[in-house]
DNA sequence: AGTTCGATCGCCT
DNA sequence: GGCGATCGAACTG
């Protein structure tokens, strides 16, 4: 069931500019466990120039992740409630990340119904909050490699989909960039 | 050492 | 559509 969704990715995809790689993830297979995952929703966060970034304001000790090299988990925690899962990108020495924001459930179904305590496939994965606690995905995983641990992303299936892209949620500072990324007429989108 | 507020969710109306 | 929950990172003094 595993080899079904292709290759894992190897570091030289996520060492590109955060939107290019925000973009490319989208219909790639997040997998943890005995759950995966269709990607169907992203958002960039860019190093310099994007005050909306956690990385803006500099290197401390839980940005660090983001300014080394590309191809790492960065887990936080957020309004006291909610882990986010961003994968690292660009190359070594420039920050930026990609923010897993929703799947679309393939496989490990009953797994994740029982950690969010939620029958609805459309409520499993339809949020960054909602798919990390149905993957198991918390701050334990904080710089985790995923071209060789447990937590990886394939490569997917070649279905040709569209691509919308609008400004990113529920942030209060450069708002007005188009740097998410979703597929068009997912019913499992935010 | 104290304070502010956030890359969210779920429940209420 | 609005709001309360609940924690810790990061900034201020």
Redesign the pocket.
Known sequence: MQAGFGPRLGRSFYARPAQVVARDLLGRVIQHGDCAGRIVET?A?LGTGDL????A??L????RI?FGPPGYA?V???????E?L?IVAEPEGVAG?V?I?ALEPLAGIETMRER?K?EDLR?LT??????T?AFGIT?AHYGADLTSGELLVRRGTQEPFQVDATP??????DTDLPLRFLIRGSPFV?
């Open positions: 958002e966060y909306a970034a956690h990385s304001r500099g401390t000790p839980r940005t983001l960065y936080y925690f957020i309004y006291g409630l909610h986010c961003n990340c923010l924001r969010r939620k409520s339809s949020g960054p909050g909602k798919l606690q701050r990113r949620i529920g942030i209060r500072r935010s």
